[in-house]
């Protein structure tokens, strides 16, 4: 497996492969891999010939009071869990690589963006957007996987291959969990013991809300009602969001019906600000 930071060197490689016919799929991510990651990159490796992983902290999706400075990083152990995980090549690219001097081309979404974390995180996509479309145009993959825990992301990363017609198949795979519930993050490293404890009311309300749910409640608010009063009884936690939306436009819904995603984004002890959710078609 190669590691390089240079755009170049990722783009003769992949010109290689497409010589020898390979197929290319690509996993964008920040590092500080875990299971989450590790299951795009499985999935990516059984489906395409050579896979890319990029490891990119990327300064645009960060607010200003936002975690960009502390965001976790660890190129050794990423590097191994790639290798062992089949990966071909890692770009890991530094932020000058990225933006050069001069840099002022974006992209940017409205309507899917207005919402949900775009609220609270208001230059958020627009930075993930004009990334992830860089890793497109650089490493051009047949293929690019992405995690449901960032629910909001992959309906915005859909809808931008599809505006903008880019020949690119977009793949979600499912979130993966510890073992008592917490959705895997490299911002659950941000926790103590205290509140690794309270993070669990995230899963915990989520798992209440699908059931509700399963279980014919069709009224949105009764929903977010139960799961916000459950969240409320932990102290450590404070409520970004509870939401039920339409996946596909990330419009609230008062009845519960069609391909709904339920979000929440909970702050716990001021550590860290945590996502989860569930999708269901009702
Ligand atoms: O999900 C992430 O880790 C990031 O938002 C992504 C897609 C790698 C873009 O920086």
């Given at each position: 497996?190669?590691?390089?930071?240079?755009?170049?060197?990722?783009?003769?490689?992949?010109?290689?492969?497409?010589?020898?016919?390979?197929?290319?799929?690509?996993?964008?991510?920040?590092?500080?891999?875990?299971?989450?990651?590790?299951?795009?990159?499985?999935?990516?490796?059984?489906?395409?010939?050579?896979?890319?992983?990029?490891?990119?902290?990327?300064?645009?999706?960060?607010?200003?009071?936002?975690?960009?400075?502390?965001?976790?990083?660890?190129?050794?152990?990423?590097?191994?869990?790639?290798?062992?995980?089949?990966?071909?090549?890692?770009?890991?690219?530094?932020?000058?690589?990225?933006?050069?001097?001069?840099?002022?081309?974006?992209?940017?979404?409205?309507?899917?963006?207005?919402?949900?974390?775009?609220?609270?995180?208001?230059?958020?996509?627009?930075?993930?957007?004009?990334?992830?479309?860089?890793?497109?145009?650089?490493?051009?993959?047949?293929?690019?996987y992405f995690g449901e825990k960032d629910a909001q992301q992959l309906a915005v990363i859909k809808r931008m291959v599809k505006d903008l017609n880019m020949d690119i198949e977009i793949v979600g795979c499912p979130i993966i969990r510890e073992a008592d519930g917490l959705a895997k993050s490299s911002r659950n490293t941000y926790l103590g013991e205290k509140e690794r404890e309270a993070a669990l009311i995230l899963s915990k309300s989520i798992f209440m809300g699908k059931k509700m749910v399963e279980d014919g409640e069709r009224d949105a608010e009764k929903v977010k009602k139960a799961m916000r009063d459950l969240i409320n009884t932990e102290p450590l936690a404070d409520i970004d969001y509870v939401e039920i939306v339409d996946v596909n436009t990330m419009k609230s819904m008062e009845k519960i019906s069609g391909e709904i995603l339920c979000a929440i984004a909970v702050n716990i002890g001021g550590k860290a600000r945590l996502i989860d959710n569930f999708m269901l078609m009702v």
């Open positions: 497996m190669k590691i390089t930071g240079k755009i170049n060197e990722v783009r003769n490689q992949v010109k290689e492969w497409r010589k020898e016919g390979l197929t290319v799929g690509l996993v964008p991510t920040m590092g500080y891999l875990h299971e989450g990651h590790q299951s795009l990159i499985k999935r990516a490796v059984a489906e395409n010939d050579r896979v890319v992983v990029s490891i990119f902290v990327n300064p645009m999706q960060f607010g200003p009071t936002e975690d960009l400075e502390s965001y976790p990083r660890d190129l050794k152990a990423d590097s191994k869990l790639c290798e062992e995980t089949g990966a071909s090549l890692i770009f890991n690219p530094e932020p000058e690589e990225m933006y050069e001097d001069g840099f002022c081309s974006f992209v940017d979404m409205t309507g899917l963006t207005n919402a949900l974390c775009g609220l609270s995180r208001p230059v958020h996509f627009r930075g993930v957007c004009t990334v992830v479309n860089k890793l497109f145009n650089i490493v051009k993959p047949d293929r690019a």
